[in-house]
């Protein structure tokens, strides 16, 4: 049965995307032009459509769904082949008589895309946890080694009901045997068993190197599954990667979520985008306009730009629009309540936060992310850096916009140690948990933050 489902899941779950994408696109035709039509430039661009998702679903492996994969993987996953999918589409758009067609149809085409296909992939993971769970697609495995290590495992394996995995039992020394977990005999006994029913073998570290060799060999034999459990502690590790250096094999244990290519592919497409937008539908009016008034209350350019730590302490300049008279402690000297050097229009901006704006283009630029621990002076940086635990963590990344730190109301004047300490804190659990529906929320939060008003803001 399981070899079965291996064999028809693929296609079942690829027909599924095709007539997901059937329907987005008839649907995007109502849209735009308010009743069904197929005219040939719409016919073009559905035979390109229905040809080019295949390719790109099999060769991004879409249709693997891991036993221990969360959702929230899967979700980045049809991301990130939504977004190539739309880019191949938009190229041949481009180069193409299908020019001609409705920018409202492409806008909803985009929009649904990126809504129904994440949920169907949500739902498809979701049906084949349940599937799992309740003895569909089922694996069997034993465990090598009697110890707490093997233990932990058949435990999680078995809460865990929906990763599909049943543990049969253990082998190894009859001692370590708390009566709890089934025993299936000692190591000698693992040589001599007959495993055809075996897919996974799990191995402790403590096990002896002569029971590992041999169910390596066991596995290279029969295609079954081995699987190495650690010694040391991964709980206390938030993130670590495998490698091999030649034949050492060595393990990353300070790897940011943000250090995979997926990741930081995604976040910089959002930032490019989300950055365009503001540029051009509200900087394009507010340069203009706040320049003017800029220069007509004071003296000086319309931009205030400020060296800053970036990603990896690679300082920046970082842009504001100018609020406060030219004067030679803004490097220095943090903004303080009824700032003398503040403007009238530069203390509107600074409560609005209207101020920040231009960093949008720093964002452009590639300096800055829309969400980030926000970049400080570098002056502030040299008085805490030594102060404060792990201060340095906060540069792991580039900075952004706005951050977690801020949204919760950690901004403006630094006064003491304590609140510098919240800030890196904040921007370290960020840093550590980051994903794309984190900076959506922070974005909301932001959002929320500047309604509501901020006593902090001057």
């Known amino acids: ?55 790109i679903s099999y060769l991004n492996k879409d249709y693997k769904i891991g036993r221990a994969v969360s959702y929230y993987n899967t ?100 001692g370590n045997n708390s009566g709890t977990h089934p025993y299936l005999g000692s190591f ?23 029971v590992l060799e041999r169910a390596i060999e066991i596995g290279e034999n029969s295609l079954k599954r081995v699987k190495l459990l650690p010694e040391f502690k991964t709980e206390a590790i938030k993130n670590f990667v495998l490698r091999r250096y030649d034949v050492i094999p060595v393990i990353d244990v ?26 051009v539908f509200l900087l394009s009016w507010m340069y203009p306009l706040f ?33 406060m008279i030219e004067n030679s402690e803004a490097d220095f000297t943090w903004a303080s309540k009824n700032d003398p050097r503040v403007t009238k229009f530069g203390a509107f901006l600074r409560k609005t936060s209207l101020d920040e704006f231009p960093q949008f283009f720093n964002v452009l630029i590639g300096n800055m992310s829309i969400v980030g621990p926000r970049p400080h002076p ?26 977690l730190a801020q949204a919760m109301g950690y901004r403006g004047e630094i006064t003491d140690y304590y609140q510098m300490s919240s800030r890196v804190r904040l921007d370290r659990f960020y840093l550590q948990n980051w994903s794309f529906v984190l900076d959506v929320k922070i974005i909301f939060l932001t959002v929320y933050a500047l309604m509501k008003g901020q006593k902090l803001a001057y």
Request: one cysteine or more.
């Open 188 to 210: 000698s006994d693992f040589i001599k068993a007959d495993l055809d029913k075996v897919d996974h073998i799990y191995v402790s570290e403590r096990a002896p190197k002569y």
């Open 378 to 403: 570098l002056s502030l940086n040299k008085t805490y850096e030594s102060k404060v635990e792990k201060y340095a963590k906060r540069h792991a990344y580039k900075p952004g916009v706005t951050g």
């Open 291 to 323: 320049g003017l008034i800029i220069k007509l209350e004071s003296k000086g350019p319309i931009l205030f730009k400020q060296l800053r730590h970036g990603k990896g302490n690679a300082p920046f300049y970082c842009y504001k629009f100018r609020t």
């Open 1 to 55: 049965m399981g070899k079965r489902f291996n064999k028809y899941f693929p296609y079942l779950f690829v027909i599924g995307e095709m007539i997901v994408l059937t329907v987005i696109f008839f649907i995007s035709i109502y849209i735009a032009e308010g009743k069904m039509v197929l005219e040939k430039s719409y016919l073009l661009l559905l035979s390109i459509y229905l040809a080019v998702w295949p390719l």
């Open 75 to 174: 979700f980045k996953k049809a991301f990130f082949s939504v977004f190539i999918f739309i880019s191949v589409i938009s190229i041949v758009w481009v180069f193409s008589e299908a020019q001609s067609l409705e920018r409202h149809f492409l806008t909803a085409l985009v929009l649904l895309l990126f809504l129904w296909l994440t949920i169907y992939r949500v739902s498809v993971h979701l049906v084949l946890d349940k599937y799992r769970e309740f003895g569909g697609n089922i694996r069997y495995a034993i465990i090598l080694g009697n110890d707490d290590l093997g233990s932990k495992l058949f435990d999680t394996l078995k809460k865990k009901s929906h990763y599909g995995i049943r543990c049969l039992g253990f082998y190894g020394d009859q």
């Open 254 to 279: 300070n790897n940011l979520p943000l250090d995979a290519k997926v990741n930081t592919f995604v976040k910089r497409a959002f930032d490019l985008v989300f950055a365009a937008i503001v540029v």
